[in-house]
């Protein structure tokens, strides 16, 4: 997911902004065919890593299922996510310990990461679709989210934003599991890579 993400912005900032120039005929050059390939290529990744994290929250444990849902008709989660957002501004002393995602941070990835990534595979794909032309798998199954935004280029703008929201996200998030793993004493970052959490008295 962080390569593909790398890739994608680095890629999508140039397809949104080429190049000024290139030296010598059209025809020789190909930069930015190779940038929308990497781009295509990233988003193909993307999408499968998705569809495969749907798959684990569905046949997977609680946890498991905790990016794609959120109990936002159950006021103690609230409660919760509010006392998180105290800890994450330096008001309150540490809370209590979660095995998963703490309240805020479920939150956080269901919107930050889940649906703004649904989104972006989306509108993303009906782009790529529009450049396949009609009769193409990506504009059978994603033609009909253009008409929806009223135009193609208001659907490249959101997707534009899109990305600058998911490197948002990324910041945050990134700074929030460093501070977590030393201020909270618990693993975050090596739970990433290993699968185990562990907790430090």
Same mark, same amino acid.
């Given at each position: 997911n962080a390569l593909a993400i790398v890739v994608l912005a680095v890629t999508g900032y140039f397809i949104g902004s080429p190049l000024p120039s290139m030296? +010598?005929?059209?025809?020789?050059?190909? !930069?930015? /065919? *190779? %940038? =929308? $390939?990497?781009? $295509?290529?990233? &988003? *193909?990744? $993307?999408?499968? /890593? !998705?569809? &495969? =994290?749907?798959y684990w929250a569905i046949v997977g444990n609680h946890h498991a299922r905790e990016l794609v849902s959120v109990p936002i008709t159950q006021k103690a989660y609230w409660r919760e996510v509010v006392t998180m957002l105290k800890w994450y501004s330096f008001l309150i002393p540490q809370p209590s310990r979660y095995v998963g995602h703490n309240p805020l941070a479920?939150?956080?990835?269901f919107f930050g990461f889940f649906v703004l990534s649904l989104f972006m595979v989306t509108t993303g794909f009906a782009? *790529? &679709?529009? &450049?396949a032309q009609a009769g193409s798998w990506a504009a059978r199954t994603f033609g009909w989210v253009i008409p929806l935004f009223g135009q193609s280029q208001d659907v490249h703008t959101w997707h534009h934003? +899109?990305?600058?929201? @998911? !490197? %948002? $996200?990324? @910041?945050?998030h990134v700074y929030a599991s460093i501070r977590e793993d030393i201020m909270g004493r618990q693993s975050i970052v090596s739970t990433m890579v290993s699968g185990w959490r562990t907790f430090k008295d």
């Open positions: 030296p +010598g005929e059209a025809s020789a050059n190909y !930069l930015m /065919g *190779y %940038i =929308r $390939f990497a781009h $295509f290529a990233a &988003g *193909y990744v $993307f999408a499968v /890593g !998705l569809a &495969g =994290r749907v479920r939150l956080a990835m782009l *790529y &679709g529009e &450049g934003l +899109g990305m600058w929201s @998911i !490197l %948002i $996200f990324v @910041i945050v």
